[in-house]
C-alpha cells in the first residue's frame, strides 16, 4: 500500500453519509484562488526580507517587529505546503509537489516525508489505539498513575507550556524534520536530504546578503514565531475538553473529525494569517478540500454549524488540560488526579 492511501483506505464508512455529498463540490482546486493565495503570501513574506535588510543598518528595533510579522506569514506559507500534501491546493500532483517543496523549504520541513506521516495522523486521530504519530503526546489518567517517575516527569516536561510552545517546534523543525524516519521509504528519505540541501542554498544566499550572524538571529525569530503559532494551532485542534478519543474497535471516523477536530473561530485578521484551518473540523472530515474553501463548505449545511466553536479566550483553558479521562469521556488537568485516586480508594475500600 502506499503511503499517500494511507487516510483514504484506514478511514472506515462514515455513520452519517450526508457529508459526504455536501463536500464534493469544495473538493475542487481553484488556480486562481490557489495563485492568488499564493502571491498574497509569499511575494509579502521575501517583502519582508528585503525591508529587514533595508532597515538592518538603521536598527534592531525595527527588524524585530518585522521578522515577527514575517513569522505570522509562515504560518500562513505552512498552510499552503499543508494543502499541497494533501493534494488539494492545486489539481495538478507536479504543481503541489513544487509549491510543496519550495514552501517547504522556507518552513524547513520536508514535503514527501511529512506527507506520509501527516497522513497516519488523519487516519489514527482519536484513536487510543494509535497513539504516537503526528499527534502531541497524550496519556490516559491510568497510564500516567501506573507509570514509572521518569516517565511522568518526561511527560510533564513536554506538556510544559514553555518546552510545548517554545522549544519544541524550534527542536522539531531545525533538528527533528532534518533525519528521516526508520520507517520512511527511498522516496520520503531523498525528501528530507532535498529539502536540507534547499535550506542550506536559502541560508548560505540570505548569509551572504545579511551575514550570518544576522541572518541567524532573524531566522530563529521568524520559526520562533511560526512553529510556536503552528505548533499551539495544532495542539488547540485537537487537545480540548469534551475532545473525541475513542479505543480502536469503537473508532469512528466522521465522529473523530467532528468531535475529535475543533472549530476554532477566530478574528478575521487571525483566520488570514492562519489559512482557515481553524474550520478543522472540515479539514479533517474531508483533507481534500483546499483551505480556501473550508469556510464555505462550513456554511453549507447544518451538520457541520452543529460542532461548537473554541474562540480565543476559551482556548487558553486548553493548556490546563493534561491527560485523558477514559471513565469521564475527557481531558482533564494533574489536579484531577487527586480525586481520581480519592475515588479508587473509597472503591477498593468498599
Known amino acids: 500500500m ?10 472506515p464508512v462514515a455513520d452519517d453519509v450526508r457529508w459526504k455529498e455536501i463536500v464534493i463540490k469544495y473538493q475542487k482546486p481553484s488556480p486562481w484562488k490557489a495563485t492568488w493565495q499564493i ?4 511575494v509579502p513574506y521575501a517583502f519582508l526580507w528585503y525591508v529587514m535588510y533595508v532597515c538592518r543598518p538603521i536598527s534592531w528595533w525595527l527588524v524585530v517587529p518585522l521578522a515577527v510579522l514575517a513569522g505570522a506569514l509562515l ?16 489539481k495538478s500532483p507536479v504543481a503541489n ?5 519550495v514552501s517547504g523549504v522556507l518552513t524547513f520541513t520536508p514535503y514527501y516525508h511529512w506527507r506520509w506521516e501527516h497522513a497516519i495522523h488523519h487516519a489514527s486521530s482519536g484513536d487510543l489505539d494509535k ?3 503526528g499527534d502531541v503526546w497524550t496519556m490516559t489518567v491510568q497510564e500516567y498513575l501506573e ?9 510533564r516536561f513536554a506538556r510544559n507550556p514553555v518546552v510545548l510552545f517554545v522549544i519544541a517546534p524550534l527542536f522539531l523543525f531545525l533538528v527533528l524534520q532534518r533525519l528521516p524516519a526508520r520507517a520512511a521509504n527511498a522516496r520520503e528519505r531523498h525528501s528530507v536530504y532535498a529539502t536540507n540541501v534547499g535550506i542550506l542554498a536559502m541560508a ?4 551572504l546578503v545579511f551575514g550570518f550572524g544576522t541572518y541567524a538571529v532573524i531566522q530563529l525569530i521568524i520559526m520562533m514565531v511560526a512553529g510556536g503559532a503552528g505548533v499551539w494551532m495544532f495542539y488547540v485542534q485537537h487537545q480540548f475538553e469534551d475532545v473525541y478519543w475513542e479505543r480502536g474497535e469503537n473508532w469512528s471516523f466522521t465522529a473523530a473529525a467532528l468531535q475529535g477536530s475543533s472549530f476554532y473561530k477566530l478574528p478575521r485578521i487571525l483566520q488570514w494569517f492562519t489559512g482557515n484551518i481553524g474550520f478543522h473540523h472540515i479539514h479533517h472530515l474531508s483533507p481534500r478540500i483546499p483551505n480556501y474553501n473550508l469556510e464555505q463548505c462550513h456554511r453549507a449545511n447544518p451538520l457541520f454549524q452543529q460542532v461548537k466553536p473554541i474562540t480565543f479566550i476559551s482556548s487558553l483553558k486548553s493548556i490546563t488540560f493534561r491527560l485523558w479521562d477514559e471513565k469521564n469521556r475527557k481531558l482533564v488537568g494533574y489536579r484531577h488526579l487527586r ?5 479508587a480508594a473509597q472503591s477498593s475500600g468498599n
Open 75 to 90: 504560518v500562513r506559507v505552512f498552510i499552503i505546503f499543508h494543502d499541497c500534501g494533501h493534494g488539494s491546493f492545486f
Open 39 to 42: 502571491l498574497n503570501t509569499l
Open 147 to 155: 507509570a514509572s517517575r521518569w516517565k511522568k516527569f518526561a511527560y
Open 131 to 133: 497513539r504516537g504519530t
Open 2 to 11: 502506499k503511503h499517500e492511501s494511507i487516510a483514504e483506505e484506514s478511514a
Open 339 to 343: 480525586n481520581y485516586r480519592k475515588s
Open 97 to 101: 509537489a513544487a509549491v510543496g517543496f
Open 204 to 207: 548560505a544566499a540570505l548569509s
